[in-house]
Protein backbone atom coordinates (compact mmCIF):
# COMPACT_ATOMS: atom_id res chain seq x y z
CA UNK A 1 0.00 0.00 0.00
CA UNK A 2 1.20 3.22 -0.82
CA UNK A 3 -0.20 4.82 2.82
CA UNK A 4 1.62 3.55 6.60
CA UNK A 5 -1.49 2.97 8.47
CA UNK A 6 -1.60 5.93 11.35
CA UNK A 7 0.68 3.46 14.53
CA UNK A 8 -2.57 1.51 16.66
CA UNK A 9 -4.93 1.43 13.31
CA UNK A 10 -5.54 -2.20 12.81
CA UNK A 11 -5.39 -3.86 9.59
CA UNK A 12 -7.54 -6.83 8.91
CA UNK A 13 -8.18 -9.06 5.94
CA UNK A 14 -11.87 -8.07 6.18
CA UNK A 15 -11.42 -4.17 5.69
CA UNK A 16 -8.47 -4.01 3.51
CA UNK A 17 -10.44 -3.49 0.38
CA UNK A 18 -12.56 -0.85 2.56
CA UNK A 19 -9.41 0.95 3.90
CA UNK A 20 -7.44 1.09 0.45
CA UNK A 21 -10.58 3.13 -0.70
CA UNK A 22 -10.21 5.49 2.25
CA UNK A 23 -6.81 5.94 2.05
CA UNK A 24 -7.05 7.02 -1.58
CA UNK A 25 -9.80 9.49 -0.72
CA UNK A 26 -7.59 10.80 1.88
CA UNK A 27 -4.16 11.31 -0.75
CA UNK A 28 -6.73 12.76 -2.97
CA UNK A 29 -8.61 14.93 -0.55
CA UNK A 30 -4.24 16.01 0.62
CA UNK A 31 -3.05 16.59 -2.74
CA UNK A 32 -6.43 19.45 -3.86
CA UNK A 33 -6.01 22.44 -2.48
CA UNK A 34 -9.76 24.07 -1.18
CA UNK A 35 -11.68 25.71 -4.11
CA UNK A 36 -12.06 28.82 -4.16
CA UNK A 37 -15.58 30.98 -4.10
CA UNK A 38 -15.50 31.66 -7.97
CA UNK A 39 -18.47 30.40 -9.24
CA UNK A 40 -17.06 30.37 -12.91
CA UNK A 41 -14.09 28.91 -12.48
CA UNK A 42 -12.80 25.62 -14.68
CA UNK A 43 -14.82 21.95 -14.16
CA UNK A 44 -11.70 20.22 -14.82
CA UNK A 45 -7.70 21.41 -15.01
CA UNK A 46 -5.50 18.87 -16.40
CA UNK A 47 -7.05 15.90 -15.85
CA UNK A 48 -10.60 14.63 -17.73
CA UNK A 49 -13.25 12.13 -17.42
CA UNK A 50 -11.62 10.19 -20.60
CA UNK A 51 -7.69 9.81 -19.13
CA UNK A 52 -8.86 9.62 -15.06
CA UNK A 53 -12.30 8.54 -14.26
CA UNK A 54 -12.19 4.71 -15.40
CA UNK A 55 -12.74 2.55 -12.30
CA UNK A 56 -14.60 2.44 -8.78
CA UNK A 57 -11.85 3.62 -6.91
CA UNK A 58 -11.24 6.10 -9.36
CA UNK A 59 -14.65 8.10 -9.01
CA UNK A 60 -14.49 7.81 -5.06
CA UNK A 61 -10.57 9.76 -5.73
CA UNK A 62 -12.66 12.52 -7.62
CA UNK A 63 -14.87 12.20 -4.75
CA UNK A 64 -13.20 12.72 -2.04
CA UNK A 65 -12.04 16.71 -3.81
CA UNK A 66 -15.29 17.63 -2.51
CA UNK A 67 -14.11 16.74 1.20
CA UNK A 68 -10.80 18.58 0.41
CA UNK A 69 -12.11 21.90 1.93
CA UNK A 70 -12.94 20.06 5.18
CA UNK A 71 -8.89 20.12 5.83
CA UNK A 72 -9.78 23.85 7.72
CA UNK A 73 -12.43 22.66 10.35
CA UNK A 74 -11.01 21.85 12.71
CA UNK A 75 -8.85 24.57 13.93
CA UNK A 76 -9.73 27.53 11.35
CA UNK A 77 -12.20 30.19 11.05
CA UNK A 78 -15.54 27.96 12.28
CA UNK A 79 -13.66 27.26 15.73
CA UNK A 80 -12.74 30.75 16.12
CA UNK A 81 -16.12 32.19 15.21
CA UNK A 82 -18.27 28.93 16.77
CA UNK A 83 -15.71 29.29 20.26
CA UNK A 84 -14.19 32.51 20.50
CA UNK A 85 -17.71 34.46 20.69
CA UNK A 86 -18.76 32.71 23.63
CA UNK A 87 -18.14 31.71 27.16
CA UNK A 88 -15.80 28.54 26.71
CA UNK A 89 -12.68 29.94 24.63
CA UNK A 90 -10.99 33.56 24.47
CA UNK A 91 -7.74 34.37 22.97
CA UNK A 92 -6.12 37.15 25.12
CA UNK A 93 -3.62 39.46 23.43
CA UNK A 94 -0.26 38.70 25.39
CA UNK A 95 1.30 42.08 24.64
CA UNK A 96 2.08 41.78 20.75
CA UNK A 97 1.15 38.13 20.82
CA UNK A 98 -2.61 37.52 19.03
CA UNK A 99 -2.87 41.13 18.61
CA UNK A 100 -3.75 41.15 14.80
CA UNK A 101 -5.40 44.59 15.37
CA UNK A 102 -7.67 43.62 18.48
CA UNK A 103 -9.56 41.04 16.12
CA UNK A 104 -9.40 38.60 18.45
CA UNK A 105 -10.45 40.62 21.48
CA UNK A 106 -13.08 41.90 19.18
CA UNK A 107 -14.38 38.35 18.68
CA UNK A 108 -14.76 38.03 22.51
CA UNK A 109 -16.71 41.13 22.71
CA UNK A 110 -19.29 40.99 19.99
CA UNK A 111 -17.57 43.57 18.66
CA UNK A 112 -16.64 42.02 15.06
CA UNK A 113 -17.06 44.09 12.15
CA UNK A 114 -17.07 43.30 8.41
CA UNK A 115 -13.33 43.41 7.36
CA UNK A 116 -11.90 41.21 10.41
CA UNK A 117 -10.18 38.29 8.81
CA UNK A 118 -11.27 35.33 10.64
CA UNK A 119 -15.07 36.53 9.59
CA UNK A 120 -14.02 36.54 5.46
CA UNK A 121 -12.26 33.38 5.89
CA UNK A 122 -15.17 31.60 7.57
CA UNK A 123 -17.41 32.74 4.53
CA UNK A 124 -14.79 31.43 2.22
CA UNK A 125 -14.12 28.53 3.88
CA UNK A 126 -17.86 28.03 3.43
CA UNK A 127 -18.40 28.95 0.10
CA UNK A 128 -15.42 26.74 -0.83
CA UNK A 129 -17.04 23.50 0.31
CA UNK A 130 -20.38 24.72 -1.81
CA UNK A 131 -18.17 25.63 -4.63
CA UNK A 132 -16.49 22.05 -4.49
CA UNK A 133 -19.41 20.08 -4.04
CA UNK A 134 -21.28 21.77 -6.98
CA UNK A 135 -18.43 21.22 -9.57
CA UNK A 136 -18.32 17.47 -8.61
CA UNK A 137 -21.81 16.99 -8.83
CA UNK A 138 -21.43 18.34 -12.35
CA UNK A 139 -18.76 16.06 -13.00
CA UNK A 140 -20.94 13.15 -12.06
CA UNK A 141 -23.91 14.44 -14.18
CA UNK A 142 -21.57 14.59 -16.96
CA UNK A 143 -20.40 11.61 -16.85
CA UNK A 144 -23.76 9.94 -16.84
CA UNK A 145 -24.65 12.00 -20.12
CA UNK A 146 -21.27 10.37 -21.61
CA UNK A 147 -21.62 6.70 -20.74
CA UNK A 148 -18.67 6.85 -18.13
CA UNK A 149 -20.64 5.80 -15.23
CA UNK A 150 -23.92 4.06 -14.62
CA UNK A 151 -26.60 6.52 -13.93
CA UNK A 152 -27.56 4.16 -10.65
CA UNK A 153 -23.79 4.13 -9.67
CA UNK A 154 -23.55 8.01 -10.31
CA UNK A 155 -26.96 8.66 -8.29
CA UNK A 156 -25.41 7.96 -4.71
CA UNK A 157 -22.30 9.85 -5.21
CA UNK A 158 -24.36 12.59 -6.08
CA UNK A 159 -26.54 11.92 -3.20
CA UNK A 160 -23.23 12.04 -0.80
CA UNK A 161 -22.47 15.25 -2.58
CA UNK A 162 -26.03 16.85 -1.87
CA UNK A 163 -25.79 15.76 1.66
CA UNK A 164 -22.51 17.22 2.14
CA UNK A 165 -23.00 20.43 0.20
CA UNK A 166 -26.17 21.28 2.88
CA UNK A 167 -23.97 20.65 5.40
CA UNK A 168 -21.94 23.49 4.30
CA UNK A 169 -25.10 25.54 3.92
CA UNK A 170 -26.38 24.39 7.05
CA UNK A 171 -22.57 26.16 8.17
CA UNK A 172 -23.49 29.33 6.22
CA UNK A 173 -27.00 29.75 6.82
CA UNK A 174 -26.36 28.98 11.13
CA UNK A 175 -23.33 31.56 10.95
CA UNK A 176 -24.42 34.57 8.55
CA UNK A 177 -28.03 33.55 7.68
CA UNK A 178 -29.04 34.79 4.72
CA UNK A 179 -26.87 33.75 1.97
CA UNK A 180 -26.95 33.07 -1.40
CA UNK A 181 -28.43 29.57 -2.84
CA UNK A 182 -26.08 27.99 -5.67
CA UNK A 183 -27.22 24.36 -6.63
CA UNK A 184 -26.02 24.35 -10.31
CA UNK A 185 -22.13 25.13 -11.11
CA UNK A 186 -23.00 25.70 -15.07
CA UNK A 187 -25.91 27.71 -14.47
CA UNK A 188 -24.64 29.36 -11.67
CA UNK A 189 -24.57 33.59 -11.85
CA UNK A 190 -21.68 35.17 -11.57
CA UNK A 191 -23.03 37.20 -8.79
CA UNK A 192 -25.62 35.83 -6.98
CA UNK A 193 -28.34 37.20 -4.78
CA UNK A 194 -29.06 37.25 -0.93
CA UNK A 195 -31.62 34.44 0.04
CA UNK A 196 -33.56 34.71 3.03
CA UNK A 197 -32.58 32.56 6.01
CA UNK A 198 -35.84 30.59 6.16
CA UNK A 199 -35.64 29.89 2.13
CA UNK A 200 -31.83 28.75 2.94
CA UNK A 201 -33.38 26.59 6.01
CA UNK A 202 -36.41 25.46 3.36
CA UNK A 203 -33.35 24.32 0.35
CA UNK A 204 -31.00 21.85 3.61
CA UNK A 205 -34.15 20.73 4.88
CA UNK A 206 -35.97 19.18 1.76
CA UNK A 207 -32.22 18.50 -0.16
CA UNK A 208 -31.39 16.33 3.33
CA UNK A 209 -34.86 14.28 3.07
CA UNK A 210 -34.74 13.49 -0.29
CA UNK A 211 -31.09 12.23 -0.62
CA UNK A 212 -30.32 10.91 2.62
CA UNK A 213 -32.24 8.01 2.34
CA UNK A 214 -29.95 6.80 -1.07
CA UNK A 215 -26.61 7.23 1.44
CA UNK A 216 -25.48 3.55 2.58
CA UNK A 217 -25.79 2.47 6.07
CA UNK A 218 -22.47 0.95 6.45
CA UNK A 219 -20.13 1.75 9.23
CA UNK A 220 -16.82 0.70 8.14
CA UNK A 221 -13.70 1.37 6.28
CA UNK A 222 -16.20 2.53 3.32
CA UNK A 223 -17.53 5.33 4.85
CA UNK A 224 -15.29 6.72 7.33
CA UNK A 225 -14.97 10.47 6.79
CA UNK A 226 -17.81 10.47 4.23
CA UNK A 227 -20.87 11.34 4.39
CA UNK A 228 -22.76 8.17 4.94
CA UNK A 229 -26.71 7.61 6.11
CA UNK A 230 -25.97 8.04 9.97
CA UNK A 231 -23.92 10.96 9.24
CA UNK A 232 -26.64 12.76 7.06
CA UNK A 233 -29.48 11.39 9.64
CA UNK A 234 -27.20 13.64 12.72
CA UNK A 235 -27.04 16.36 10.33
CA UNK A 236 -30.76 16.53 9.76
CA UNK A 237 -31.04 16.41 13.73
CA UNK A 238 -28.18 19.55 14.13
CA UNK A 239 -30.62 21.50 11.49
CA UNK A 240 -33.17 20.82 13.62
CA UNK A 241 -32.20 21.39 16.76
CA UNK A 242 -32.11 24.77 16.25
CA UNK A 243 -34.92 25.30 13.52
CA UNK A 244 -37.05 27.67 15.78
CA UNK A 245 -33.36 29.95 15.70
CA UNK A 246 -33.45 29.18 11.97
CA UNK A 247 -37.42 29.49 10.33
CA UNK A 248 -39.35 30.81 13.84
CA UNK A 249 -40.98 27.35 13.88
CA UNK A 250 -39.57 24.79 16.41
CA UNK A 251 -38.99 21.15 14.84
CA UNK A 252 -38.61 19.11 18.00
CA UNK A 253 -40.01 15.65 17.22
CA UNK A 254 -37.98 15.41 13.97
CA UNK A 255 -34.83 16.31 16.37
CA UNK A 256 -36.44 13.28 18.31
CA UNK A 257 -36.99 10.82 15.06
CA UNK A 258 -33.84 11.50 13.46
CA UNK A 259 -31.80 11.10 17.16
CA UNK A 260 -33.61 7.24 17.43
CA UNK A 261 -33.27 6.21 14.22
CA UNK A 262 -29.33 6.65 15.13
CA UNK A 263 -29.50 5.45 18.79
CA UNK A 264 -32.05 2.60 17.48
CA UNK A 265 -30.10 1.28 14.09
CA UNK A 266 -26.76 2.88 13.94
CA UNK A 267 -24.95 0.26 16.16
CA UNK A 268 -23.18 3.30 18.08
CA UNK A 269 -22.46 3.88 21.39
CA UNK A 270 -20.31 5.67 24.16
CA UNK A 271 -17.22 4.78 24.68
CA UNK A 272 -15.76 3.70 27.86
CA UNK A 273 -13.14 5.70 27.82
CA UNK A 274 -13.92 9.99 27.01
CA UNK A 275 -10.72 10.26 25.68
CA UNK A 276 -10.91 7.45 23.29
CA UNK A 277 -12.63 9.89 21.10
CA UNK A 278 -9.74 12.52 21.08
CA UNK A 279 -6.74 10.51 21.35
CA UNK A 280 -4.09 10.79 18.40
CA UNK A 281 -5.27 7.07 17.13
CA UNK A 282 -8.65 7.66 17.39
CA UNK A 283 -9.86 6.51 14.27
CA UNK A 284 -13.60 4.57 14.19
CA UNK A 285 -14.41 4.97 18.08
CA UNK A 286 -17.84 3.65 18.98
CA UNK A 287 -18.58 7.12 18.83
CA UNK A 288 -17.59 8.52 15.53
CA UNK A 289 -20.51 9.29 13.26
CA UNK A 290 -18.53 11.36 10.87
CA UNK A 291 -15.28 12.37 11.40
CA UNK A 292 -12.15 14.45 9.51
CA UNK A 293 -9.53 11.79 9.36
CA UNK A 294 -6.26 14.39 9.89
CA UNK A 295 -3.05 12.90 9.75
CA UNK A 296 0.44 14.76 10.24
CA UNK A 297 1.60 14.13 6.61
CA UNK A 298 -1.09 12.81 4.30
CA UNK A 299 -4.34 15.22 4.94
CA UNK A 300 -2.75 18.02 7.78
CA UNK A 301 -4.43 21.56 8.82
CA UNK A 302 -5.48 20.36 12.46
CA UNK A 303 -3.20 22.26 14.78
CA UNK A 304 -4.86 22.80 17.88
CA UNK A 305 -1.60 22.14 19.89
CA UNK A 306 0.33 25.51 18.66
CA UNK A 307 -2.97 27.57 19.00
CA UNK A 308 -3.52 26.79 22.48
CA UNK A 309 -0.23 25.87 24.01
CA UNK A 310 2.23 28.14 25.30
CA UNK A 311 6.14 28.57 24.09
CA UNK A 312 7.13 25.97 26.81
CA UNK A 313 4.87 23.40 26.44
CA UNK A 314 7.53 22.66 23.27
CA UNK A 315 9.34 21.06 26.42
CA UNK A 316 6.46 19.61 27.72
CA UNK A 317 5.44 17.27 24.71
CA UNK A 318 8.63 17.34 22.89
CA UNK A 319 7.19 19.03 20.30
CA UNK A 320 9.02 19.48 16.55
CA UNK A 321 7.34 23.10 16.55
CA UNK A 322 7.09 26.34 19.05
CA UNK A 323 3.63 26.68 20.13
CA UNK A 324 2.44 30.06 19.47
CA UNK A 325 0.55 30.57 23.12
CA UNK A 326 -2.98 31.61 22.30
CA UNK A 327 -6.29 29.63 22.81
CA UNK A 328 -7.48 28.76 26.31
CA UNK A 329 -10.79 28.80 28.21
CA UNK A 330 -12.36 31.24 31.24
CA UNK A 331 -12.61 30.26 34.44
CA UNK A 332 -16.08 30.32 34.87
CA UNK A 333 -16.19 27.21 32.34
CA UNK A 334 -13.44 25.66 33.78
CA UNK A 335 -15.38 25.54 37.20
CA UNK A 336 -18.82 24.69 35.67
CA UNK A 337 -17.63 21.15 36.07
CA UNK A 338 -17.30 19.27 39.16
CA UNK A 339 -14.15 18.34 40.98
CA UNK A 340 -13.80 14.33 40.49
CA UNK A 341 -15.16 15.15 36.80
CA UNK A 342 -13.19 13.50 34.64
CA UNK A 343 -13.11 15.59 31.99
CA UNK A 344 -12.19 18.27 34.30
CA UNK A 345 -9.11 16.52 35.79
CA UNK A 346 -7.07 17.56 37.79
CA UNK A 347 -3.93 21.05 38.10
CA UNK A 348 -0.37 20.53 38.04
CA UNK A 349 1.16 20.95 41.59
CA UNK A 350 4.29 21.78 42.58
CA UNK A 351 5.08 19.00 43.86
CA UNK A 352 3.68 16.89 40.65
CA UNK A 353 2.26 16.99 37.18
CA UNK A 354 -1.17 16.01 36.21
CA UNK A 355 -1.15 12.78 36.05
CA UNK A 356 -4.59 12.34 34.08
CA UNK A 357 -6.02 13.26 30.81
CA UNK A 358 -8.74 16.00 30.64
CA UNK A 359 -10.20 18.43 28.69
CA UNK A 360 -7.85 21.29 30.18
CA UNK A 361 -4.22 21.99 31.02
CA UNK A 362 -3.73 23.82 34.01
CA UNK A 363 -1.68 24.78 37.11
CA UNK A 364 1.94 24.14 36.58
CA UNK A 365 3.73 22.30 34.03
CA UNK A 366 6.21 19.60 33.36
CA UNK A 367 8.98 18.95 30.92
CA UNK A 368 9.74 15.29 30.38
CA UNK A 369 12.32 14.53 32.29
CA UNK A 370 10.40 15.39 35.12
CA UNK A 371 11.69 18.98 35.66
CA UNK A 372 9.31 22.16 35.99
CA UNK A 373 8.87 23.95 32.45
CA UNK A 374 10.16 27.79 33.43
CA UNK A 375 8.87 30.69 31.58
CA UNK A 376 12.09 33.21 30.53
CA UNK A 377 10.05 35.80 29.41
CA UNK A 378 7.57 36.30 32.27
CA UNK A 379 9.74 38.88 33.97
CA UNK A 380 8.55 41.21 30.81
CA UNK A 381 4.90 40.17 30.33
CA UNK A 382 4.18 43.83 30.74
CA UNK A 383 7.16 46.04 29.91
CA UNK A 384 5.20 48.91 29.09
CA UNK A 385 3.00 49.35 32.31
CA UNK A 386 4.60 48.26 35.16
CA UNK A 387 1.65 48.55 37.27
CA UNK A 388 0.24 45.39 35.85
CA UNK A 389 1.65 42.83 37.86
CA UNK A 390 3.95 39.72 36.27
CA UNK A 391 3.03 36.69 36.76
CA UNK A 392 2.57 36.18 40.44
CA UNK A 393 4.52 32.67 40.78
CA UNK A 394 7.53 33.66 39.27
CA UNK A 395 9.28 31.54 36.88
CA UNK A 396 7.60 28.11 36.54
CA UNK A 397 5.06 27.89 34.09
CA UNK A 398 1.53 27.92 35.83
CA UNK A 399 -1.70 28.02 33.54
CA UNK A 400 -4.35 29.91 35.09
CA UNK A 401 -2.13 30.36 38.44
CA UNK A 402 -3.72 28.36 40.11
CA UNK A 403 -3.18 28.21 43.40
CA UNK A 404 -2.34 31.45 43.46
CA UNK A 405 -4.91 33.56 44.23
CA UNK A 406 -4.55 35.53 41.12
CA UNK A 407 -7.58 35.65 38.64
CA UNK A 408 -6.76 33.16 35.65
CA UNK A 409 -6.96 35.63 33.07
CA UNK A 410 -5.66 38.73 34.49
CA UNK A 411 -7.21 40.98 31.09
CA UNK A 412 -8.16 40.32 27.88
CA UNK A 413 -5.59 42.64 26.09
CA UNK A 414 -3.21 44.37 25.61
CA UNK A 415 -1.90 43.12 28.49
CA UNK A 416 -2.68 39.58 29.19
CA UNK A 417 -0.07 37.52 31.03
CA UNK A 418 1.89 35.12 28.93
CA UNK A 419 1.21 32.52 31.37
CA UNK A 420 -2.83 33.60 31.35
CA UNK A 421 -5.69 30.97 30.57
CA UNK A 422 -5.93 26.92 31.32
CA UNK A 423 -4.98 25.37 27.67
CA UNK A 424 -7.05 23.12 25.73
CA UNK A 425 -5.94 19.67 25.85
CA UNK A 426 -9.51 17.60 25.02
CA UNK A 427 -7.62 16.30 21.78
CA UNK A 428 -4.15 14.60 22.79
CA UNK A 429 -1.18 16.38 22.36
CA UNK A 430 0.95 13.59 20.94
CA UNK A 431 4.74 13.36 22.53
CA UNK A 432 6.60 14.66 19.54
CA UNK A 433 3.73 15.75 17.91
CA UNK A 434 4.61 18.44 14.74
CA UNK A 435 2.72 21.29 13.90
CA UNK A 436 -0.20 19.35 12.02
CA UNK A 437 -2.25 16.66 14.83
CA UNK A 438 -3.16 12.96 13.75
CA UNK A 439 -5.91 12.86 16.16
CA UNK A 440 -9.62 12.52 13.99
CA UNK A 441 -12.15 15.31 14.53
CA UNK A 442 -15.44 14.24 15.42
CA UNK A 443 -17.89 16.51 13.52
CA UNK A 444 -20.28 14.73 14.91
CA UNK A 445 -20.81 12.11 17.62
CA UNK A 446 -22.88 9.74 19.47
CA UNK A 447 -22.56 11.50 22.26
CA UNK A 448 -23.98 14.59 21.13
CA UNK A 449 -26.60 12.69 19.52
CA UNK A 450 -28.10 11.57 23.47
CA UNK A 451 -27.93 15.10 24.29
CA UNK A 452 -29.84 16.46 21.57
CA UNK A 453 -32.38 13.92 22.10
CA UNK A 454 -32.71 14.52 25.34
CA UNK A 455 -33.03 18.32 25.00
CA UNK A 456 -35.98 18.00 22.28
CA UNK A 457 -37.83 15.27 25.02
CA UNK A 458 -37.25 18.09 27.72
CA UNK A 459 -38.55 20.41 25.59
CA UNK A 460 -41.49 18.74 24.89
CA UNK A 461 -42.25 17.73 28.17
CA UNK A 462 -41.09 20.72 29.83
CA UNK A 463 -40.67 18.70 32.70
CA UNK A 464 -37.21 18.85 34.82
CA UNK A 465 -37.34 15.29 35.88
CA UNK A 466 -38.55 13.82 32.33
CA UNK A 467 -37.36 10.19 33.43
CA UNK A 468 -36.27 10.05 29.69
CA UNK A 469 -34.03 13.39 29.14
CA UNK A 470 -33.05 12.47 32.84
CA UNK A 471 -31.69 9.33 31.91
CA UNK A 472 -30.22 10.17 28.51
CA UNK A 473 -27.74 13.12 30.22
CA UNK A 474 -26.49 10.76 33.02
CA UNK A 475 -25.39 8.37 30.70
CA UNK A 476 -23.42 11.23 30.17
CA UNK A 477 -22.83 11.94 33.37
CA UNK A 478 -21.88 8.20 34.29
CA UNK A 479 -19.14 7.55 31.94
CA UNK A 480 -17.83 11.38 33.77
CA UNK A 481 -17.78 9.54 37.19
CA UNK A 482 -20.13 12.21 38.33
CA UNK A 483 -23.23 11.56 40.37
CA UNK A 484 -26.45 11.27 38.58
CA UNK A 485 -28.76 14.37 38.62
CA UNK A 486 -32.21 14.11 39.97
CA UNK A 487 -33.26 17.30 37.95
CA UNK A 488 -32.32 18.86 35.04
CA UNK A 489 -33.24 22.26 36.75
CA UNK A 490 -30.28 24.35 38.17
CA UNK A 491 -28.01 27.36 38.06
CA UNK A 492 -26.37 28.52 34.64
CA UNK A 493 -22.62 27.15 33.98
CA UNK A 494 -21.36 30.98 33.59
CA UNK A 495 -23.54 32.31 36.88
CA UNK A 496 -23.09 29.62 39.30
CA UNK A 497 -24.40 32.25 42.24
CA UNK A 498 -27.82 33.06 40.57
CA UNK A 499 -30.82 31.47 41.00
CA UNK A 500 -32.20 27.48 39.55
CA UNK A 501 -33.28 28.30 35.83
CA UNK A 502 -35.51 26.00 33.85
CA UNK A 503 -33.26 23.42 31.93
CA UNK A 504 -29.90 25.10 33.71
CA UNK A 505 -28.44 21.64 34.06
CA UNK A 506 -29.17 20.26 31.04
CA UNK A 507 -27.11 23.20 29.17
CA UNK A 508 -24.65 22.79 31.70
CA UNK A 509 -24.29 19.23 30.94
CA UNK A 510 -24.07 19.92 27.11
CA UNK A 511 -21.31 22.67 27.54
CA UNK A 512 -19.51 20.28 29.42
CA UNK A 513 -19.49 16.99 27.43
CA UNK A 514 -19.08 19.00 23.79
CA UNK A 515 -16.30 21.36 24.98
CA UNK A 516 -14.50 23.14 22.00
CA UNK A 517 -16.72 20.78 19.55
CA UNK A 518 -17.91 23.88 17.73
CA UNK A 519 -21.43 24.20 19.21
CA UNK A 520 -21.42 26.13 22.36
CA UNK A 521 -22.40 29.54 19.91
CA UNK A 522 -25.06 27.59 18.31
CA UNK A 523 -26.89 26.31 21.85
CA UNK A 524 -25.76 30.18 23.72
CA UNK A 525 -28.34 31.42 20.88
CA UNK A 526 -31.14 28.59 20.87
CA UNK A 527 -31.12 29.11 24.77
CA UNK A 528 -31.09 32.61 24.72
CA UNK A 529 -28.43 33.29 25.86
CA UNK A 530 -25.83 34.27 23.30
CA UNK A 531 -26.42 38.29 23.54
CA UNK A 532 -27.01 38.22 27.53
CA UNK A 533 -23.10 38.27 27.82
CA UNK A 534 -22.56 40.36 30.94
CA UNK A 535 -22.96 37.14 32.07
CA UNK A 536 -19.96 35.34 30.47
CA UNK A 537 -17.56 37.71 28.39
CA UNK A 538 -15.24 39.24 30.21
CA UNK A 539 -12.27 37.53 31.81
CA UNK A 540 -11.72 38.88 35.47
CA UNK A 541 -9.91 42.55 36.25
CA UNK A 542 -11.42 43.71 32.83
CA UNK A 543 -13.73 46.64 33.42
CA UNK A 544 -12.85 48.78 30.88
CA UNK A 545 -13.68 47.00 27.70
CA UNK A 546 -17.55 47.49 26.58
CA UNK A 547 -19.91 44.64 25.53
CA UNK A 548 -21.72 45.16 22.13
CA UNK A 549 -23.61 42.16 22.26
CA UNK A 550 -27.51 42.66 20.83
CA UNK A 551 -29.61 40.70 18.19
CA UNK A 552 -27.13 41.84 15.41
CA UNK A 553 -24.78 39.33 17.23
CA UNK A 554 -26.42 36.65 16.48
CA UNK A 555 -25.21 36.84 12.77
CA UNK A 556 -22.09 37.50 11.58
CA UNK A 557 -21.65 40.45 9.01
CA UNK A 558 -21.22 39.71 5.44
CA UNK A 559 -17.61 40.45 4.65
CA UNK A 560 -17.04 43.36 3.20
CA UNK A 561 -14.24 41.78 0.47
CA UNK A 562 -17.89 39.56 -0.45
CA UNK A 563 -19.91 42.92 -0.80
CA UNK A 564 -17.33 44.21 -3.06
CA UNK A 565 -17.41 41.58 -5.30
CA UNK A 566 -20.87 41.04 -5.56
CA UNK A 567 -23.03 44.00 -5.34
CA UNK A 568 -26.37 41.27 -5.11
CA UNK A 569 -25.50 40.54 -1.58
CA UNK A 570 -27.37 42.23 1.01
CA UNK A 571 -25.42 43.16 4.09
CA UNK A 572 -27.38 41.63 7.56
CA UNK A 573 -28.88 44.23 10.00
CA UNK A 574 -27.03 46.37 12.07
CA UNK A 575 -23.62 46.05 10.43
Not at 64 to 71: N, T
Not at 164 to 186: E, H, S
Not at 266 to 276: I, K, N, Q, R
Not at 457 to 473: K, Q
Request: charge should be negative; proline fraction near 5%.
Amino acid sequence: MVHEMKKGKKLTMKNIHNIGRVVLLVLFMAGISPSCTNLDEELYSDVTPEDFLQSEEQFVSALGAAYSSLGGYGSGANLSLQETSTDEMVVPTRGSDWDDGGHWRRLHLHSWNFEDPEVNGAWGFYFSGVSNCNRNIALFESLVESGGIAEAEADAFIAELKVLRAFFYWLLMDTFGNVPIVDDFFTAPAEPATEDRELVFDFIVNSLAEEVPKLPKAKDGSTYGRMNYWAGRTLQAKVFLNAEVYSGTPRWDDVIAACDDIINNGGFSLEGDYFANFSAQNTGTNEMIFAIPYDQVFLTGYNMNMRTLHYGSQQTFNLTAQPWNGFCTLEEFYNSYEDGDLRKGEPGTLDAPAQVRSNFLAGYQYKTDGDLVTDSGWEQANPDNPEKPADPDGAPLNFGNLGSGEPVIHELGPNALRQDGIRINKWEHELGATNNMNNDFAVFRYADVLLMKAEAVWRISESASDGTALALVNQIRERADVDPLSSLDGPLSFDMAGGSVLGGELFNERGREMFAEHDRRRDLIRWGFFTDVEKWALPANNPGDLINADDRTILFPIPRERLDANKNLVQNPGY
